[in-house]
T-cell receptor, first 114, second 116 residues
Framework: AQSVSQHNHHVILSEAASLELGCNYS??????LFWYVQYPGQHLQLLLKYFSGDPLVKGIKGFEAEFIKSKFSFNLRKPSVQWSDTAEYFC????????????FGQGTELSVKP | GAVVSQHPSRVICKSGTSVKIECRSLDFQATTMFWYRQFPKKSLMLMAT?????????EQGVEKDKFLINHASLTLSTLTVTSAHPEDSSFYICSASKGGGTLEAFFGQGTRLTVV
């Protein structure tokens, strides 16, 4: 069965600190990988996605993620966080031919202190 | 862009009543829509996949008679929580896919259901 695991439930950082959120998945086939962000009171927004090609993917707002196939990982990074990055972050995966059906990780709450 | 709108954003209902939540794709045709449920401090759990003009496919453990899904047109899917109970209180989120091999889905803003 497909599953997604996010290692950190709650991360607290000061502004300008670097961020890395872990994501590992379990799936026996070709996968597409996503990171979504949910700001307080708002809907899910796509940060970045990986379908194929360069395993280092750049997204919006300075975020990037690296797909490491051998480790079944898709960690999210940002060199310098801002207070406005405070939000819930979700890693998600879907398999080939599954269209928009997503399996989500548990989510990581990021709190950035000004 | 690809905008998905859910209505209502919040609803409070009495135990035993039914509540309908709408999910609309505003600027594209959504051949497939997905319904998720999000518990507090938890992840999104896929409830069902609905395809326009056909019956929804429910995930294991989701009661199809309780959570009725209708995808009557390419821009509208509805989720009806029947005979709601307090344990059905949750955040319900829909997403819509353009289909045709498109892998990305676009999310609505969610509906907070409170059953009292």
């Amino acid at each position: 069965a497909q599953s997604v695991s996010q290692h950190n439930h709650h991360v607290i950082l000061s502004e300008a600190a670097s961020l890395e959120l872990g994501c590992n998945y379990s799936y026996g086939g070709t996968v597409n990988l996503f990171w979504y962000v949910q700001y307080p009171g708002q809907h899910l927004q796509l940060l970045l996605k990986y379908f194929s090609g360069d395993p280092l993917v750049k997204g919006i707002k300075g975020f990037e993620a690296e797909f490491i196939k051998s480790k079944f990982s898709f960690n999210l990074r940002k060199p310098s966080v801002q207070w406005s990055d405070t939000a819930e972050y979700f890693c998600a995966v879907n398999g080939a031919n599954q269209g928009g059906k997503l399996i989500f990780g548990q989510g990581t709450e990021l709190s950035v202190k000004p | 862009g690809a905008v998905v709108s859910q209505h209502p954003s919040r609803v409070i209902c009495k135990s035993g009543t039914s509540v309908k939540i709408e999910c609309r794709s505003l600027d594209f045709q959504a051949t497939t829509m997905f319904w998720y449920r999000q518990f507090p401090k938890k992840s999104l759990m896929l409830m069902a996949t609905s395809n326009e003009g056909s019956k929804a496919t429910y995930e294991q453990g989701v009661e199809k008679d309780k959570f009725l899904i209708n995808h009557a047109s390419l821009t509208l899917s509805t989720l009806t929580v029947t005979s709601a109970h307090p344990e059905d209180s949750s955040f319900y989120i829909c997403s819509a896919s353009k289909g045709g091999g498109t892998l990305e889905a676009f999310f609505g803003q969610g509906t907070r259901l409170t059953v009292v």
